[in-house]
């Protein structure tokens, strides 16, 4: 069975920094996109950034751009989200997902076929 589990988040100030990571069982990621989303009250899922994997190709959303970093420890099957200058419109319950075969389009998350549970991360002003 495939588990993702993400980890990290939290409250942080505005102008702060967190590092969510996520970390796979049953799988590894080795051809496989690994993406995070976000969703914030009544608000749609929203696509973050994504890596693939095998190469390190990212992108991200254009509001985070500057500010977070994907990234990605082959060796430990896990990847990371660095989130620098935090503000309170980033807040929302994040989810880290994989993608495999990598195909179609990596900022919708119906691309995706395993989900985390999410992790909280609230950002006060």
């Known amino acids: 069975q495939v588990q993702l589990v993400e980890s990290g988040g939290g409250l942080v100030q505005a102008g702060g920094s967190l590092r969510l990571s996520c970390a796979a069982s049953?799988?590894?990621?080795?051809?496989?996109?690994v993406g995070w989303f976000r969703q914030a009250p009544g608000k749609e899922r929203e696509f973050v950034a994504t890596?693939?994997?095998?190469?390190?190709?990212?992108a991200y959303l254009d509001s985070v751009k500057g500010r977070f970093t994907i990234s990605r420890d082959t060796a430990k099957n896990v990847g990371y989200l660095q989130m620098s200058s935090l503000k309170p419109e980033d807040t929302a319950v994040y989810y880290c997902?994989?993608?495999?075969?990598?195909?179609?389009?990596?900022?919708?998350?119906?691309?995706?076929?395993?989900w985390g549970q999410g992790t909280q991360v609230t950002v006060s002003s």
């Open positions: 997902a994989s993608s495999f075969p990598v195909s179609g389009n990596l900022r919708n998350p119906e691309t995706y076929n395993y």
């Open positions: 049953g799988r590894t990621f080795t051809r496989d996109a």
């Open positions: 890596i693939i994997w095998s190469s390190g190709y990212s």
